[in-house]
């Protein structure tokens, strides 16, 4: 099967799934009354405009902020299309709870295990082991994190949808029919997968802040936020190098903690959620093809 030159991607939000491409992203959504909501949009990329942003590196930290914009964008419509319209929330709510769950997750996952270990430093003499324990700590927090949340029955429903998305993408990328029970047929696993992506995150903090040692507790917290950005970058173009070079055996293994992990955060999804999938790609894909024409 031939490298495409694009990889398409999506996520899972509220009873939907949202899909994107090059230039553009769709999203359907299940409405309570078993309707499924269905709308587009143009990615608006500065990167069109100051063309340094798409080279290697610096790309990733922009795709990580357009991830953050189109997802708050996808879960408000996701939001709004699956409850009834009392229910309905404000992008501006949305967006403050996402901010807040950003900041939530820095704290918690990336500046806790740090303060904590810290408070080991008289029992730990070397920093460079605090560094690794440090590591290896945020990273089962963040496994039980997931394996405890995924019990929650909405959080299952967006796994759900999750798996829907990666079967979908996998469907197309084998050329295969996109209908249901075509569809269904493939994995719920998926390379690319913004999980991997996660995990890659924290596997390469630990080396990135054992190389930096410690040098202080506001050196500690500050070397933990600021280069947040820089590993973004480093762990996309990984995920790129994974995508694009499947078959090796050396990013086979790099990629094989991410695949394991979506063992979590995916679950096979039923018909009515397979459609809801399908009809976001094809949504997406028409709208590529009016562009195009």
């Known amino acids: 099967m031939p490298v495409p030159d694009h990889f398409y991607g999506g996520q899972a939000v509220i009873e939907g799934v949202m899909m994107r491409g090059r230039n553009d992203w769709a999203i359907?959504?299940?409405?309570?009354?078993?309707?499924?909501?269905?709308?587009?949009?143009?990615?608006?990329?500065?990167?069109?405009?100051?063309?340094?942003?798409?080279?290697?590196?610096?790309?990733?930290?922009?795709a990580l902020g357009q991830t953050l914009s189109i997802g708050v964008r996808a879960l408000t419509v996701s939001a709004n299309q699956s409850v009834p319209e009392e229910d309905q929330l404000t992008p501006r709510q949305i967006g403050l709870s996402m901010a807040l769950a950003f900041v939530l997750f820095i704290a918690v996952f990336v500046v806790g295990p740090f303060l904590g270990f810290r408070l080991l430093r008289h029992h730990v003499a070397s920093s460079l082991t605090r560094a690794l324990l440090e590591g290896v700590f945020r990273v089962a927090l963040f496994l039980g994190y997931l394996a405890a949340i995924g019990r929650a029955k909405e959080v299952r429903r967006v796994f759900e949808y999750h798996g829907a998305e990666h079967k979908t993408i996998a469907a197309y990328e084998h050329e295969a029919p996109l209908d249901p029970e075509s569809v269904g047929r493939f994995s719920t696993l998926h390379v690319r997968c913004g999980t991997n992506f996660l995990l890659i995150v924290l596997i390469l903090s630990i080396f990135v802040y054992a190389a930096f040692g410690n040098h202080g507790l506001w050196w500690g917290i500050g070397l933990r936020v600021v280069t947040i950005p820089v590993i973004a970058g480093l762990s996309y173009e990984l995920l790129r190098l994974g995508a694009r070079y499947g078959r090796s055996p050396v990013m086979r293994a790099v990629m094989a903690p991410g695949l394991w992990l979506q063992r979590i955060t995916t679950r096979p999804p039923d018909r009515a959620e397979i459609e809801v999938a399908i009809a976001s790609f094809q949504a997406l894909r028409a709208r590529e093809a009016g562009r195009a024409g």
């Open 28 to 62: 359907a959504v299940r409405r309570p009354d078993g309707s499924i909501h269905v709308e587009t949009h143009e990615v608006r990329s500065i990167s069109r405009r100051l063309r340094l942003l798409s080279k290697p590196g610096l790309r990733g930290i922009l």
